[in-house]
Each structure stands twice: as C-alpha cells, then as structure tokens.
C-alpha cells in the first residue's frame, strides 16, 4: 500500500495544499517520512489524514468557478465504527460547498471495503448540492453491492460507464464534461450527447 500515490499528473494544474479555499491549505508533506497506516501497512505521505483511521482522501482537483472537485480515497470506508462519512461531510464537503463546489467525482477503485450504517449524511449531502450531484468512478463491485445494499445509490450515482472508466487519461475538465454528459443521459435532462 505504501506505493500507492495519489494521482500526481495534475499537480501542475492544482496543488490542495497551495489552495486557500481547500480544507489542506498550507499542509506540508513528507516524501520519505511514512507516518499513517491502514490494516496496519503504510500508506503513502501524500494522502490527507481527514480525521478517519482507515480512510484517507486527496482533492486532487476542484475549480470553483465550474464548481467541481475530484476526490481519490484509499483504504477501507466504515460509517459503522468510523462514521467516515460524518468525517467527510463535515470537515471536507462542507469547506467546499461554502466555496461554490455543487459537484463531486470520487474515486474509487483504492477503497478496499465499505461498512455501512445509515444513508443521512448522504441524503443531506446531495440536497446541500444545488443542481449539483456526486459521482463514484472505479469503485469494487463487492463495495458497490455494500452501498447499493443501504440506499446509498440513490445519492451518490455508480456503475454503468462510471465503473470502468479510465479517468488519468483525460485532463480534469475533460473528465468533469464527461460525466456531465453521463449524468445528463441518466437524468433526462438533455445534454447528454
């Protein structure tokens, strides 16, 4: 796990760290230094620690002005013991909707196991979001099948095109249009193309 980075290819675009308005402004990280674990492996320095033992994050783009941002999560996602999406929505989400951000890609093909509770911070996440929607590319089938099992598809939209998408290929707002189309198609409301 320690080898497993955060996507890097688009630092030359936006650095978390660099952003006044990210919730990881000014955080400083160590290449060498391995601090934070998940099942007792290292992971990589530069994940955020947002707060969860087992689950850690990196907004690895947000543009305020379209309004989105993309998130990359590594390790497991428990609402059960952690309640790591209170974590998530109050102290990253939260930041980022205050500065105009309706629309959330998160990735995840590095979250290993989800264990659910309830879907209200889900619920409450999505009406937080003004036209907005959130978006799970390149999750597990097998924490695609714990999520759907306690609702949380109605919220966060999966599958489909979004399920195998190779997202690194395509620059951010490539990506973002893309899934644009994808959720225009899924809701009828005729931009997709």
Partial sequence: ?????????????????????????????????????????????QWDFMGSPTLFIKIIFADYESGFAIIELIGEWNDAINNDIMILKRDIVDELIRHGINKFILVGENVLNF???????????????EDGWIVGLNFRDHVLKEMS?????????????????????????????????????????????
Avoid: K
């Fill in 1 to 45: 796990m320690q080898d497993i980075e955060p996507f890097y290819n688009w630092r030359e675009l936006y650095i978390s760290s660099e952003d006044v308005r990210s919730p990881f402004y000014e955080r400083e990280y160590s290449e060498f230094e391995y601090t934070h674990t998940i099942y007792n492996y290292y992971i990589h320095p």
């Fill in 115 to 129: 264990h659910s509770s309830d879907d209200c911070y889900y619920e409450e996440w999505l009406e937080d979001l």
């Fill in 149 to 193: 099992a306690t609702n949380i598809d109605y919220y966060v939209t999966f599958g489909g095109e979004l399920n195998d998408m190779n997202w690194r290929t395509f620059s951010p707002f490539q990506l973002v249009e893309i899934i644009e189309r994808i959720m225009g198609r899924r809701l009828g409301t005729g931009t997709g193309g």
